[in-house]
């Protein structure tokens, strides 16, 4: 099945549809893909990578008491003077979206991650900036990623999300083929990063992924797939906007 142009639905109709791609991945991985000594789970990983559901539970911990605070004023009755003020609502679907998780057996350390990117991921220079620390701490730790970029490149990355990671980690110099914006990418961890990146375009099948779980052993990640099995999910009337004219 080609790839969609996910930018004629909404940000939560996609965001429906990861969920799917995600738990279908984590279901191929589960039956019979990952080696002894290995397990899969979608989880929703932040800052620190050795805590599963970190975002939830800082969430929870840091939720605002009801009622008003005696001793303070309230923004709605009595704004700050400043000179400029703005309010800005967050892409709440980035901060939702859950990554496939390798971990091994021995002492649950993450080995791997699959992270499949939404257009949150990419709608701000925060949102970015964000997506990249968690790469590069990725990295730094020794655990190997595959990113998934189904969305084509905005102002912010030109030449896609693996252009901004190489430019993180090397001196290269990379330009994205501009008839086949959309990329997945392999990385290994460590001291030395081995890069892997292959592109394809709407209308085009989405290439099986390497996804390492040492510097030298990796198993093939079906990413086609596992695209299709979600697509069945899919409401049928965005299914008939997705494929219109296609």
Known sequence: MPVHDWTRVSDGTFHDFHYSWVLEIKRALKRGLLPDGYYVMAEQIGGDLGTPDVLTLQAKKNAEPNGALAGTSTLTQSPPRAHARATITRDPYARL????????TSDDRIVAMIEILSRGNKSNRHAIRTLLDKALAALDSGIHL???DVHTPGP???NG???LLLNEISSQDYALPKDQPLTAMAYTGGDVVNAFAAHF???EPIPEMPLFLTRENYINVPLEATYIAAWEDVPKQYQEVLQADS
């Open 97 to 104: 979206q859950r990554t496939v998780v390798i971990r091994h």
């Open 146 to 148: 595959l990113l998934v």
């Open 156 to 158: 912010r990355d030109p």
């Open 161 to 163: 999300i693996h252009g």
């Open 201 to 203: 375009a709407v209308g």
